[in-house]
T-cell receptor, first 120, second 115 residues
Framework: AQKITQTQPGMFVQEKEAVTLDCTYDTSDPSYGLFWYKQPSSGEMIFLIYQGSYDQQNATEGRYSLNFQKARKSANLVISASQLGDSAMYFCAMRESPAYSGAGSYQLTFGKGTKLSVIP | GAGVSQSPSNKVTEKGKDVELRCDPISGHTALYWYRQSLGQGLEFLIYFQGNSAPDKSGLPSDRFSAERTGGSVSTLTIQRTQQEDSAVYLC?????????????FGDGTRLSIL
C-alpha cells in the first residue's frame, strides 16, 4: 500500500484564487512528520511547510497552510492568492520513526506529486 | 553559499563508465541524504549519513552504487559501470540533525544521462 497518496496529477487555478492540493497518508507511527515541497521546472526542491503529528494547530507559512485532519490521515496544502510563480510540481512527504517504518533512518517517503498550473 | 550545493548540474556519460556525484551540505548539518528522482519511480531514498557514517544504505539499488562522506561535510555518490536505467536526477538533502521534525533542504540535483 502506498504510504503517501496524491490523487491529483494536475491542477489548474486562476491567478489570485486559492487552491487545495490533496495528500493522504498511511502510518501506524504515533510520532510522524509531514512535509510539503515545491519543485519548479528548474528542478530544485523547495521546502514549504511542516506539520508534526502532535501539533495541535494547523501549520501556516505565509500564503501556505496545511489542513491537517489527523483522524482522516489527511494533510492538504492550501495556497492562498495564487501567483504565476506558484506553477510547479508539489510533493507531499512523510517521515516516520525507524522503529515503525522499518527503515534505518528518518528518510522521507514522497507522493507522486501534483502539477499545479496557475492561469493568468 | 547558504544552501546545499551539488555538482555537476548535468552529466552525460556512456554506458559502462563510472560517475561521481558531489554534494556539499549546509554548514553545520550533520544529517545528509541522497535521493533519486526518475519518471517511472518518483522520488526514492538511496542512503543516509549521520556525520561520516552511513547507518542506512537500504535504498542503494545495487552494489554498483556506493557513497562516502568525509569531514562530516562533503559527500560523493559513485555509480560504477553505469547502466541506462541509472539515468535520473540525483538529489542530495541535508538537515540539522536526523530527527523527525527536521526539514530536509535539497540541492538542485545532478541530472545524469546514460547513453
Amino acid at each position: 500500500a502506498q504510504k503517501i497518496t496524491q490523487t491529483q496529477p494536475g491542477m489548474f487555478v486562476q491567478e489570485k484564487e486559492a487552491v487545495t492540493l490533496d495528500c493522504t497518508y498511511d502510518t501506524s507511527d504515533p510520532s510522524y512528520g509531514l512535509f510539503w515541497y515545491k519543485q519548479p521546472s528548474s528542478g530544485e526542491m523547495i521546502f514549504l511547510i511542516y506539520q508534526g503529528s502532535y501539533d495541535q494547530q494547523n501549520a501556516t507559512e505565509g500564503r501556505y497552510s496545511l489542513n491537517f485532519q489527523k483522524a482522516r490521515k489527511s494533510a492538504n496544502l492550501v495556497i492562498s492568492a495564487s501567483q504565476l510563480g506558484d506553477s510547479a510540481m508539489y510533493f507531499c512527504a512523510m517521515r516516520e520513526s525507524p522503529a515503525y517504518s522499518g527503515a534505518g533512518s528518518y528518510q522521507l517517503t514522497f507522493g507522486k506529486g501534483t502539477k499545479l498550473s496557475v492561469i493568468p | 553559499g547558504a544552501g546545499v550545493s551539488q555538482s555537476p548540474s548535468n552529466k552525460v556519460t556512456e554506458k559502462g563508465k563510472d560517475v561521481e556525484l558531489r554534494c556539499d551540505p549546509i554548514s553545520g548539518h550533520t544529517a545528509l541524504y541522497w535521493y533519486r528522482q526518475s519518471l517511472g519511480q518518483g522520488l526514492e531514498f538511496l542512503i543516509y549519513f549521520q556525520g561520516n557514517s552511513a547507518p542506512d544504505k537500504s535504498g542503494l539499488p545495487s552494489d554498483r552504487f556506493s557513497a562516502e562522506r568525509t569531514g562530516g561535510s562533503v559527500s560523493t555518490l559513485t555509480i560504477q559501470r553505469t547502466q541506462q536505467e541509472d539515468s535520473a536526477v540525483y538529489l542530495c538533502a541535508s538537515s540539522l540533525k536526523g530527527g523527525n521534525n527536521q526539514p530536509q533542504h535539497f540541492g538542485d540535483g545532478t541530472r545524469l544521462s546514460i547513453l
